[in-house]
Nanobody, 126 residues
Framework: QVQLAESGGGLVQPGGSLRLSCAAS????????MGWFRQAAGKERESVAA????????YYLESVKGRFTISRDNAKNTSFLQMNSLKPEDTAVYYC???????????????????WGQGTQVTVSS
């Protein structure tokens, strides 16, 4: 039912910044928990960040704390992932995800999300 589309990926130098966007086809995402995941070549998918329906709680992968920020704009049906101080190890395909009725207030596992975007490539290299 809900379609998600990521944008904002690209090639940046170490230390650079990118802002990823996830646009939802649903009219309103105010009741959706949102998350961002990534998968590097040859590695397993991992949870990067998540935000609760009320936006009162957030989760971050330990390696991105202090560098990445997840946010949401319900009026525009969009979630964002601001990525600063990017490192080569951040290189991956980034996916956004959403769930309307999460089993927990702040879902962080892939199995807890129902809807997924197609991904956007982020490459950090000199």
């Amino acid at each position: 039912q809900v379609q998600l589309a990521e944008s904002g990926g690209g090639l940046v130098q170490p230390g650079g910044s990118l802002r990823l966007s996830c646009a939802a086809s649903e009219r309103s995402i105010n009741n959706y928990a949102m998350g961002w995941f990534r998968q590097a070549a040859g590695k397993e998918r991992e949870s990067v960040a998540a935000i609760s329906r009320s936006a009162s709680r957030t989760y971050y992968l330990e390696s991105v704390k202090g560098r990445f920020t997840i946010s949401r704009d319900n009026a525009k049906n969009t979630s964002f992932l601001q990525m600063n101080s990017l490192k080569p190890e951040d290189t991956a395909v980034y996916y956004c995800a959403a769930v309307t009725a999460p089993t927990v207030d702040l879902p962080i596992l892939a199995s807890e999300y129902r809807y997924w975007g197609q991904g956007t490539q982020v490459t950090v290299s000199s």
